[in-house]
């Protein structure tokens, strides 16, 4: 099992609606949570963090977490085709190292 | 501020020749700094990571290594390059003691293993 997994996807939306991007992990005591957008030969960028149960809003973003359903999810809101994009989830267990653990990314197409 | 530089962005290098990558760090002191591999449609996979000049630690058995020789210097090296080396490598930094475990990376370096 991997310690982090993604549907790769690609998940497609149309202009304007709400994207639902899925992670789950499979390690109890991991403790922060990121997701990364990645586009085509760029490297990731940091777009939401969370740490608690529940949500976390920034803007169009909405993070969500579920430490007992080992979940961790992202929505776009009003998606935009500059939000296509592959989008990591990445969680860490310790703090002191920061080392993180990605996922295999979903790609997003938002289609005006 | 702090920036973090990557170079080269592209390589291409013939199997069985040597590697070096390198990665640097300004407007900071002691950062955490990282080594990913992206393999082409993968995640990132932690190569390496370093807390200090000279520590380094490796997250997994390959055909690469890491030296941090000066505080803000981090070099990715190969004494003979594989197929398998192929992929898109992110040097990353993160402050130390930071609260948090928000990673700045750089801006990779492709790299082609013919």
């Known amino acids: 099992q991997k310690e982090v997994e993604q549907n790769s996807g690609p998940l497609s939306v149309p202009e304007g609606a709400i994207a639902s991007l899925n992670c789950t992990y499979s390690?109890?005591?991991?403790?922060?949570f990121f997701w990364y957008r990645q586009y085509s030969g760029k490297s990731p960028e940091l777009i939401m963090s969370?740490?608690?149960?529940g949500d976390k809003e920034d803007g169009r973003f909405t993070a969500q977490l579920n430490k007992a359903s080992q979940y961790v999810s992202l929505l776009i809101r009003d998606s935009q085709p500059s939000d296509s994009a592959t989008y990591l989830c990445?969680?860490?267990?310790?703090?002191?190292?920061?080392?993180?653990?990605f996922g295999q990314g979903t790609t997003l197409q938002v289609k005006p | 501020s702090q920036t973090i530089h990557q170079w080269p962005a592209t390589l291409v290098q013939p199997v069985g020749s040597p590697l070096s990558l390198e990665c640097t760090v300004e407007?900071?002191?002691?950062?955490?700094l990282y080594w990913y591999r992206q393999a082409a449609g993968r995640g990132l996979q932690l190569l390496f990571y370093s807390v200090g000049i000279g520590q380094i630690s490796s997250e997994v058995p390959q055909n690469l290594s890491a030296s941090r020789p000066q505080d803000r210097q981090f070099i990715l090296s190969s004494k003979k390059l594989l197929l398998s080396d192929s992929g898109f490598y992110l040097c990353?930094?993160?402050?130390?003691?930071?609260?948090?475990?928000?990673?700045?990376f750089g801006s990779g370096t492709q790299l082609s293993v013919l």
């Open positions: 969370i740490y608690s149960n």
């Open positions: 390690d109890r005591v991991s403790q922060s």
């Open positions: 990353a930094w993160r402050p130390t003691g930071a609260t948090n475990e928000k990673l700045f």
């Open positions: 990445a969680v860490t267990r310790s703090s002191n190292t920061g080392k993180l653990i």
């Open positions: 407007g900071t002191s002691n950062p955490n």
